[in-house]
T-cell receptor, first 110, second 115 residues
């Protein structure tokens, strides 16, 4: 199956700092989503971004499908950004499931 | 749109008992997925339905696990003869595949603890 790796595994930031999270995947994809999992376990969809760049407030994401990676940018981080960020992909040619990465655990401190 | 609803949110059971989780997807979504997540790991795929048809099952889904989606609406995931290794968060998601896009929306999950 497709392999999805995320880096860094853990990240501690002071409030107001910026960060970049990376997702590498081993095969071509036709679906890529970034999720934020809050402390209660809820997965919140941040972006659907199989290619290109999108922005939503302080968050933006870029996927370079030909090079098999995606980046999630968080600017001016806030304590509410804390949690685990997952990248999930669906391999091209399949019409089925998302495979999740290993996650990046982010802690934003005051 | 009330989102994806899962019940119960928490279940504590003794080893050997049967448990059932329910998922109500977003009403217009034709796809429904079950995932399992253990502590410190990413969600792992279990199975998915398109309408009432179960189209794919993971090898993680042992004979003790069964999922149904009667009439293509809500879904149930039953675990028989629970084991301590079944303790996990069980996540449901739904989607409506259109124009090539397949954006999954997740419920809040059902946390199972097997004593």
């Amino acid at each position: 199956g497709i392999q999805v790796e995320q880096s860094p595994p853990d990240l501690i930031l002071q409030e107001g700092a910026n960060s970049t999270l990376r997702c590498n995947f081993s095969d071509s994809v036709n679906n890529l989503q970034w999720f934020h999992q809050n402390p209660w376990g809820q997965l919140i969809n941040l972006f659907y971004i199989p290619s290109g760049t999108k922005q939503n407030g302080r968050l933006s994401a870029t996927t370079v499908a030909t090079e098999r990676y995606s980046l999630l940018y968080i600017s001016s981080s806030q304590t509410t950004d804390s949690g685990v960020y997952f990248c999930a992909v669906e391999r091209t040619g399949t019409a089925s499931k998302l495979t999740f990465g290993t996650g990046t655990r982010l802690q934003v401190t005051l | 749109d009330t989102g994806v609803s899962q019940n119960p949110r928490h279940k504590i059971t003794k080893r050997g008992q049967n448990v059932t989780f329910r998922c109500d997807p977003i009403s217009e979504h034709n796809r429904l997925y079950w995932y399992r997540q253990t502590l410190g790991q990413g969600p792992e795929f279990l199975t998915y339905f398109q309408n009432e048809a179960q189209l794919e099952k993971s090898r993680l889904l042992s004979d003790r696990f069964s999922a149904e989606r009667p009439k293509g609406s809500f879904s149930t995931l039953e675990i028989q003869r629970t084991e301590q290794g079944d303790s996990a968060m069980y996540l449901c998601a739904s989607s409506q595949r259109s124009s090539g896009a397949n954006v999954l929306t997740f419920g809040a999950g059902s946390r199972l603890t097997v004593l």
